[in-house]
């Protein structure tokens, strides 16, 4: 079957979890799903998700043998779980695994996710904010300017900033940690110096210039921040 509803084989995957956990078995059926019928891994996703909230190796595992063209309504049900219970670790998993394979995807949900932060936790937390728009942007750069360091706001709209990587973002944060050592208040409470900060986004600051320490190829060649790189 491949209308993406649930197959009695799916089920059986789904119950052989639940019964013996990440055992080989239970890879091994994935793995021959993905090949005589890919569709089936998002209608395990999506059925994982369901019954089970807890994260797994075997959960990791279907989404990186997800098709591109199932993200979509493999997102639409992680945020359905989210709404409801933003604990919820396999949805979050979700969003952790779409922020690096489709981040584009995530566009549409990006203000939502920022609300929920449902990787509060995890050094991804933020990896979603990739696919931020302007205008959420322009919302993180007034939270940042305004929130007391340690209100939980200033992290994630500085988190968020730093993952966004366009200019504007960036240089919002370059002037408020810089302020923030002019004024030696609370600088110590920020968890990295700036340039480690910077560092982290794939950046450095070099004679008021921003530098891009990666590029998309992989090369490690710095190069200047024009208009036409944001």
Known sequence: ????????????????????????????QLFAI????????????IAFMERISEGSTVLGTAFGL???????????????????????????????????????????????LFRLQPNENAYYSAWFCRAAHEKDIEQWIHTLHDAEVNDPAFGHSLNALLEAR???ALRAVIERIERLHRDGSQAKAVRHPLDLLLEEAGYRLAEGELEQLQREDGLHRPTRFRSADV
């Open 1 to 28: 079957m491949k209308d993406g509803s649930m197959t009695p084989y799916v089920d059986q995957l789904v119950e052989a979890f639940l019964q013996e956990r990440a055992s080989q078995a239970v890879f091994e």
């Open 34 to 45: 993905s090949s005589c019928d890919p569709k089936q891994i998002s209608v395990f996703v």
């Open 66 to 112: 997800l098709a591109m063209e199932n993200w979509d309504e493999v997102i639409q049900a992680a945020m359905k779980h989210l709404r409801s219970n933003p604990a919820h670790e396999g949805a979050a998993d979700a969003i952790a695994y779409a922020s690096l394979q489709c981040p584009d995807k995530l566009s549409s949900y990006v203000e939502e």
């Open 166 to 168: 366009t200019e504007p």
